[in-house]
């Protein structure tokens, strides 16, 4: 256990690590474009439309995320150990139990949604519950509260701000280096063309990176909730022996699930290595590397 505790730590000390540089770059963009411009108001426009827009969209996200998924209520009736063992873990973790949504989907899968513990929603596929015994959809259940009790949807939320923002000013730059002027010599386009395809390409390998460091401190947190964590890494290996994807997955929600719902390239199982340059594009880590940090195993 004091591993998970280890691992916990240092996913925090990373996140936080990455979104600060993440922040600063943001800084640094904006002041350039305002001097670029001679008008620093331009670089807050900018910055207040991301921020304005992303902060409208994560008070409406839960309901995004739910609709999207074709999520419906699970009624106690039909789901009484389900609703039990979510309220169980909910007081463990000292958070109000969050709604609890059914998806119409044989993929094993589920995901947390939810702008603060107050109002969050945890959505559990169909497929999910035939194939994990309890201690394994307990193990599921508790990395999903972990989200929700980790502020992952604040987190995720603020780092799409800091994307848009940074996307948007690179944009900009590009748009006004191509204009009439008398100080617009090529360099100075060709400058901001670059900066237009590779500050977007940098903000979206560090938002993915985050987005993979949060899953492993869930996978952590909910194996502390549940005080074991040979469940959780036993529905690890089980769920992604499923390569099909869901009926309704979404690559704008892909990363709340607690698996990639567009299907899964590469098992737990070992026998596939996952390249450096693929695992920067992927919204969760490889399954093989989730299961060896449960375990406490080494590579």
């Known amino acids: 256990m004091n591993n998970l505790y280890d ?3 240092k996913n925090i000390r990373k996140t936080w690590f990455l979104m600060t540089l993440f922040f600063l ?32 969209a994560y008070f409406f996200s839960d309901r995004i995320a739910l609709a999207q998924a074709h999520a419906k209520p699970a009624e106690k009736n039909d789901y009484p150990e389900l609703h039990a063992m979510l309220d169980t873990l909910a007081k463990r973790a000292e958070i109000p139990t969050p709604k609890l949504y059914i998806i119409d989907d044989p993929m094993p899968n589920a995901f947390a949604t939810g702008r603060n513990p107050q109002n969050a929603a945890v959505a559990v596929t169909t497929g999910i519950i035939p194939l994990l015994n309890k201690s394994e959809l307990e193990g599921v259940i508790a990395h999903e509260l972990a989200h929700i009790a980790n502020r992952d949807t604040l987190i995720m939320t603020v780092v799409t701000v800091l994307a848009g923002v940074l996307s948007m000013s690179a944009n900009a730059f590009a748009f006004g280096a191509g204009g009439n002027g008398e100080n617009r010599s090529p360099l100075v386009f060709i400058l901001a063309i670059a900066a237009s395809i590779i500050i977007p390409f940098a ?3 560090v938002q ?22 040979q469940g959780l ?16 997955a979404s690559e704008s929600t892909a990363h709340l699930y607690i698996s990639n719902p567009m299907g899964h390239a590469f098992s ?3 026998k596939e290595e996952v390249g450096f340059v693929t695992k920067l594009f992927m919204t969760h880590p490889p399954m093989r590397e989730r299961v ?8």
């Not at 620093?40 to 900018?46: E, S």
């Not at 910055?47 to 902060?55: K, M, R, T, Y």
């Open 25 to 56: 770059a943001t800084i640094a963009v904006g002041a350039v474009l305002g001097a670029f411009f001679q008008a620093p108001v331009i670089a807050y426009a900018f910055g207040i439309f991301g921020i304005v827009s992303n902060v409208v």
């Open 208 to 229: 993915l990176s985050i987005s993979r460091k949060r899953e492993f401190l869930a996978d952590a947190s909910g194996a502390l909730l549940t005080r074991y964590p």
């Open 292 to 299: 060896n940090a449960l375990l406490g195993r080494t590579e």
């Open 268 to 270: 737990a199982d070992g």
């Open 233 to 248: 890494a036993s529905a690890l290996q089980k769920i992604s022996q499923f390569s099909q994807p869901m009926r309704h």
């Open 203 to 205: 903000a979206m390998i």
């Open 7 to 9: 691992q916990k730590s």
